[in-house]
């Protein structure tokens, strides 16, 4: 059963921006922080953003001042609004939502099937 699922990614320039959506069934959304991790070839999956259910937010210091996570409640979305993109933030990005704060990472929690984001330069 789906439960995450992930849109809005896609082929940028350098510079360009992208937002991406994770829409999610109504019991997790609800129940859970939800987040933002991104996986690049060769490398481990890092948190990018992160947003509670109450709606404090984290981020990597990689991505700060360049991304924002928000949630509408009310649409059961949770999304990464993705400026200035450097080549370096290509990478399968993939939702994430979890009880647990801050969240516990790969493994925890329910997790989408990811969405591609390559940034050329």
């Known amino acids: 059963q789906v439960q995450l699922v992930e849109s809005g990614g896609g082929l940028v320039q350098a510079g360009g921006s992208l937002r991406l959506s994770c829409v999610a069934s109504?019991?997790?959304?609800?129940?859970?922080?939800m987040g933002w991790y991104r996986q690049a070839p060769g490398k481990q999956r890092e948190l990018v953003a992160a947003i509670t259910n109450t709606g404090t937010t984290k981020y990597a210091d990689s991505v700060k001042g360049r991304f924002t996570i928000s949630r509408d409640n009310a649409k059961l979305t949770v999304y990464l609004q993705m400026n200035s993109l450097k080549p370096e933030d290509a990478a399968a990005y993939y939702c994430n939502a979890d009880r647990d704060w801050p969240l516990k990472g790969y493994g925890s929690g329910y997790w989408g099937q990811g969405t591609q984001v390559t940034v050329s330069s």
């Open positions: 109504r019991i997790i959304f609800r129940l859970n922080n």
